[in-house]
């Protein structure tokens, strides 16, 4: 017997409806690629998002079109992102931070249709735009008084387009499972790979990333995504801070630790999350100036793993709660947060410490597991590790245009890429990305929890380790690490700080220093490029052992 509720569709322009009419003064406030300061309502976002999404579809947009944006947080991105939507089209976010050629790839493999820039970005598609033939038309993010000269074909000014929108428009009704995001993931092996989500999964995980062992947002909050909307979806925040009604701040192009400062000092923001190279140089700015963070609850840290350092520094130093989340572009990409549960009262600090620094619990709608190499899951015990893979209806089922063909397994479950733990709680504590563990005579050595230690140490300002080819055990650990500026530790000195802090085995067979670790377009270790740096490298180990 079927059930007698309203057949509802989860469309996302349904959360923005809701922001209007429950929060509708609450305020969107965005710094400007222009340069001022920009502040408006809920309201307003509605009002100008249906505008903009007439405006499309008088320019031709139509259910299905695939429609380029490479845009930093700002309104106009938020009004792009909710009006393509609205109308039935997808929303495709490049990040400008790859490599022309990564995206020539991208945009081609999409079939991009029309493409919303930010003035900042004008060099980068004049640059390209031969190499793109499926673009019919350039919509330049700004007003006719900043509209730049330009060498792009067929420009539109953005507000000019939003001014042609019809004020009347009203959002047609969908199948909820209609298209309405895109991006694609890195592709550190092969090719990059399109993952396309759904309103249906774009509502779902907002409301997921809402809830009070998530991101726990209220309306009472002011949220400040730094997490850019080309990285994974801003981790939901254009969707679940207007479902919470939260105040919104958008941090435009400008990251470093005085800009964010500024804005978090400015608009007293409760609520931020970024990945960590953006917290350090905050910190590091903090540091500097000696300025107090008094107004900041809590921030959400993901994207690559959290140094514990990092998370003592913004607990104990500004009483500011750190929520260690853990996801990727396929999960939408929220896929655990690490806050603590009820139930946990018996346990000693030490073992809340422990706990803090995993990833997580994942929310309601992520079901997690591991196994090991032959497919056997392994037990929920804080100590076995192996394979993480996980279902739920945020999660991708397959890439784009088929890429990389069956991508689950017979339980519908999705390999992460990533080795984890499972503890009896539930948390899951990442070791490693699959090809990044270093294997050392048959066992695995965390190179995450080598970095986590060497940051620690008062001297290191950022840690990489990979593994180096070594004649008798396969590999060993390297540690390679940028020292804080005025340091200069010496190799022993990193050592004998590790000493004690891990196995015997574990430890580094040798620490290189270097000036700058090379960083991915979404701001994580590039382990890739220092394996390539470090190919030639012999440990001292290596010799004795021949
Ligand atoms: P890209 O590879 O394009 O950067 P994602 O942003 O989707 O794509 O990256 C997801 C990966 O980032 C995860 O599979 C995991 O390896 C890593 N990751 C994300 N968050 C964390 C975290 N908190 N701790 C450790 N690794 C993380």
Redesign the pocket.
């Known amino acids: 017997m079927e059930g007698l509720m309203q057949d509802w569709p989860l469309l996302v322009h349904t959360v923005l409806d809701h922001a209007s009419t429950y929060h509708g003064d609450r305020e969107i406030v965005s710094r400007t690629v222009e340069g001022p300061i920009h502040r408006y309502t809920y309201k307003d976002l509605e009002r100008r998002s249906r505008k903009l999404a007439s405006a499309c579809s008088k320019l031709g947009v139509k259910n299905g079109d695939i429609i380029g944006t490479m845009a930093w947080n700002g309104y106009r991105h938020m009004e792009a992102w909710y009006g393509i939507m609205g109308i039935g089209a997808v929303v495709h976010t490049l990040n400008p931070r790859l490599f022309a050629d990564q995206l020539d790839y991208i945009v081609n493999h999409a079939e991009d249709q029309h493409f919303f820039l930010d003035l900042s970005f004008v060099p980068i598609l004049e640059g390209l735009q031969d190499r793109l033939p499926s673009i019919k038309s350039f919509i330049i993010m700004t007003d006719e008084e900043h509209m730049p000269e330009t060498t792009l074909r067929n420009v539109t000014c953005f507000e000019t387009l939003v001014e042609g929108g019809d004020d009347d428009f009203s959002w047609p009704s969908f199948d909820e499972n209609t298209a309405c995001g895109m991006c ?5 092996t092969g090719n ?1 790979k399109g993952v396309l989500y759904s309103h249906r999964s774009n509502v779902l995980h907002a409301l997921a990333a809402g809830q009070g062992d998530a991101v726990n947002l209220k309306s009472l909050d002011c949220v400040m995504p730094v997490v850019p909307m080309f ?2 979806n801003a981790w939901s925040f254009v969707f679940s801070a207007p479902m919470a009604g939260a105040k919104m701040v958008m941090p435009g192009p400008l990251m470093d630790g005085a800009s964010i400062y500024e804005l978090l000092d400015t608009e007293a923001v409760n609520l931020t999350a970024a990945v960590p190279t953006v917290w350090l140089m905050l910190l590091q700015h903090l540091e500097e100036t000696k300025k107090p963070l008094p107004k900041l609850d809590r921030v959400v ?6 140094p514990p350092a990092m998370i003592e520094a913004f607990e104990k130093n500004y009483d500011t709660q750190v929520i ?8 939408s ?1 929220l896929g655990s947060l690490c806050t603590f549960k009820g139930g946990l009262d018996h346990l000693s600090e030490d073992q809340l410490w422990e706990i803090k620094k995993k ?1 997580g619990r994942p929310p309601y709608m992520v079901e997690m597991k591991i196994t090991d190499d032959d497919g056997n899951v392994l037990p929920r015990d804080g100590v076995a590790f192996g394979h993480l893979s996980v279902r739920g209806p945020a999660i991708a089922r397959a890439y784009f245009k088929s890429e990389g063909g069956e991508i689950l397994d017979a339980d519908g479950f999705f390999d ?3 080795v984890s733990t499972l503890d009896e709680y539930g948390y899951m504590g ?1 070791t ?2 699959s090809k990044d563990v270093i294997k050392s005579g048959g066992e695995w050595i965390s190179s ?1 929890d080598l970095e986590n230690l060497a940051v620690g140490h008062p001297d290191v300002a950022e840690a990489a380790v990979i593994g180096v080819a070594h004649p008798k055990w396969d590999e060993r650990p390297l540690l390679i690490c940028v020292v804080k500026e005025g340091c200069s530790p010496s190799k022993q000195d990193i050592l004998e700080f590790m000493t004690g802090k891990i196995a015997k085995w574990w430890m580094p067979d040798d620490v290189a220093f270097i000036d700058e670790i090379p960083h ?5 270790i590039s382990k890739l490029e220092l394996r390539k740096s470090f190919v030639d490298y012999e440990l001292p180990t290596a010799q004795a052992a021949e």
Request: net charge negative.
């Open positions: 694609y993931t890195s592709g550190t990059p990285h994974a840290i993901g994207g690559s793993a959290c260690h989340a853990w996801g990727m572009t396929e999960m990409p990833q992460t890429g990533d990442i490693d990305r995450i991915t377009a979404t701001g994580k």
